[in-house]
């Protein structure tokens, strides 16, 4: 799986990127901590209301600065401010939004940034199959691609029809299939 990621990783996720339309108006922010090599890291992810993962940071700070660099490097891949930004109760992001997207509304409900918290399962759960990364970069380097590749194939069955899943599923392995040139047998 390492060595897949290192080979065909970048390739894959920028032709789904680019295939890809703007994702959702509407951001959830949440940061979980990592270990790596005994040193704590933290994880920093954004999804949109659909649950569409827009990017992700691994950082060794939790901090005003980090928050912004991760800002930064969220508006830049997805080239829009969004309508409204949830995250928790941490105070960086306040500060951090104020100074790079004040226009932008803001919210931190109890409960609200569940959708962010439960985007966080996938992840940990091919972390746990790998047996843990072992170092910032791969960790960083897999999530990412992991993460645009999960959006292509998590269509939400629980919301349609089957007629409608299969059709949704049939375009997504195509896709698959044009960015991967993997021909399909059946």
Known sequence: MRNWCVKFGNQYSSQIRKKRSQLGDMWYLDEVFIKKNGVLHYLWRAVDQDGDELDILIQKRRNKKAVMKFFKKLLKGQQATPLKLVTDKLRSYSTAKRKIMPSVAHSTQQYENNH???????????????????????????????????????????????????????????????????????
């Not at 993460?147 to 194939?153: A, D, T, W």
């Open 116 to 186: 962010c918290e439960l985007s966080h399962h996938p992840g940990r759960q091919q972390e746990r199959q790998m047996r843990r990364f072992t170092s910032q970069g791969q960790a960083q380097r897999f999530l990412a691609y992991h993460g645009i590749v999960n959006n292509l194939f998590r269509l939400g069955r629980h919301k349609m029809q089957a007629d409608n899943d299969r059709i949704l599923r049939e375009r997504a392995f195509n896709e698959w299939a044009g960015v991967s040139c993997v021909q399909n047998l059946a």
